[in-house]
């Protein structure tokens, strides 16, 4: 049971234009959600993240819209460019407790491919 | 400031043989997590280790399992390797137990043949 959804693969945007990234998550105990960024042979990097209590978080050309209603959230780049073509994984975080201090254990999606096309 | 760096960058095992997978977190940071990436598939979270001991687990088998030093660095091991074992392992370490963003490391891409 995938709880975090990426449901396209790849995207395709042209240089300067803007770069939509959705995400659909199922469990509502999910308080706070990533974007991590990936190129081939390297890690994950964090890019932004937003907390249930907000709708929106912004930086630079990155922006993050949440709609807790709908289960959905959304990464925004303007403008797009060459360099932000690689791999995007939504990831979201529930805090659960195990056998001592409890912690934050994150869920990823499958990942959305962005090429952008100069 | 040093990042999270995980060695050996690749490795190649026989089924049914034991793997032992290093990584070093995040000067400052005490919180490790291990994650397994499949191909074409997100990281899966396997386990966390919060000073020493293990904090979390997924839903992984027992022959995963792990180890955190005092210095914060951290093992995953797996025993009687599975072909379906291929992947690969990614390494994350946190400030703190209770915080929500994780940096990771390059992977350890095995491959069981």
């Known amino acids: 049971d995938q709880q975090v959804k990426q449901n396209s693969p790849s995207l395709s945007v042209q240089e300067g234009r803007i770069s939509i990234l959705n995400c659909d998550y199922t469990?509502?105990?999910?308080?706070?959600f990533l974007w991590y960024k990936k190129y081939p042979a390297e890690g994950p990097t964090f890019l932004i993240s937003?907390?249930?209590?907000?709708d929106k978080n912004e930086d630079g050309r990155f922006t993050v819209f949440l709609n807790k209603s709908a289960k959905h959230l959304s990464l925004h780049i303007v403008p797009s460019q060459p360099g932000d073509s690689a791999v995007y994984f939504c990831a979201a975080s529930a805090r659960f407790t195990y056998s001592g201090a409890g912690s934050y254990q994150l869920t990823f999606g499958k990942g959305t491919k962005l090429s952008v096309i100069p | 400031e040093t990042g999270v760096t995980q060695s050996p960058t690749h490795l190649i095992k026989t089924r049914g043989q034991q793997v032992t997978l290093r990584c070093s977190s995040q000067s400052g940071h005490n919180t490790v997590s291990w994650y397994q990436q499949a191909l074409g598939q997100g990281p899966q979270f396997i386990f966390q280790y919060y000073r020493e001991e293990e904090n979390g687990r997924g839903n992984f088998p027992p022959r995963f399992s792990g180890l955190q030093f005092p210095n914060y660095s951290s093992e995953l091991n797996v025993n009687a390797l599975e072909l379906d074992d291929s992947a690969l392992y990614l390494c994350a370490s946190s400030p703190t137990v209770m915080n929500t963003e994780a940096f990771f490391g390059q992977g350890t891409r095995l491959t069981v043949v």
């Open positions: 937003i907390s249930s209590i907000k």
């Open positions: 469990n509502s105990m999910f308080d706070y």
